[in-house]
């Protein structure tokens, strides 16, 4: 073994040993990496039972189905303010009395919050946002054309 494949060798164990330290494969962890809030696995459940409440399966997917409560979970945490994202740790935090009951139950439990509730109105917002960009919506419900667009030669034009 000659000097320089002992130190790729060493150098390939080192960086090895960086990333795998660097994971965390607790089962309290959540299914994606944030930066700024600290949520843990039983609170994306919650999320996720949450925004099942605000877009249920029907014919089409619901929101769990989506994954809707990662897009809110990294929206809340990339793109909300630091004082927002405590009211809505909060929000969430009083949610956990409906967390495993019934879909009517936490539908019952969203609309009953007061309609000026930053919780409920960040939930919602991202909820809809995630399913209106989702690829099930953009590929199965809109109508894509590819720019310029559709070309109509008989159009008729006043003058």
Do not use: W
Request: glycine fraction near 6%; hydrophobic fraction near 40%.
């Amino acid at each position: 073994m000659n000097r320089r494949s002992a130190l790729k060798q060493m150098f390939i164990m080192a960086g090895g040993l960086m990333i795998a330290t660097s994971c965390d494969f607790s089962p309290k962890s959540p299914s994606i990496q944030l930066k700024t809030i600290s949520l843990d696995k039983g609170d994306e459940d919650l999320l996720a039972e949450l925004v099942e409440a605000i877009l249920p399966k029907t014919d089409s997917p619901g929101a769990r189905e989506l994954n809707l409560h990662l897009f809110v979970m990294k929206m809340l945490d990339d793109c909300t303010s630091p004082e927002d994202q405590k009211t809505f740790l909060a929000g969430l935090k009083a949610a956990e009395k409906v967390k495993g009951k019934p879909l009517a139950d936490q539908q019952a439990y969203l609309t009953g919050l007061p309609a000026d509730d930053n919780f409920f109105k960040i939930l919602k917002r991202r909820t809809l946002q995630g399913y209106k960009n989702s690829e099930y919506v953009m590929k199965n419900k809109l109508k894509y054309e590819l720019v310029p667009g559709r070309y109509d030669g008989a159009v008729k034009m006043e003058g």
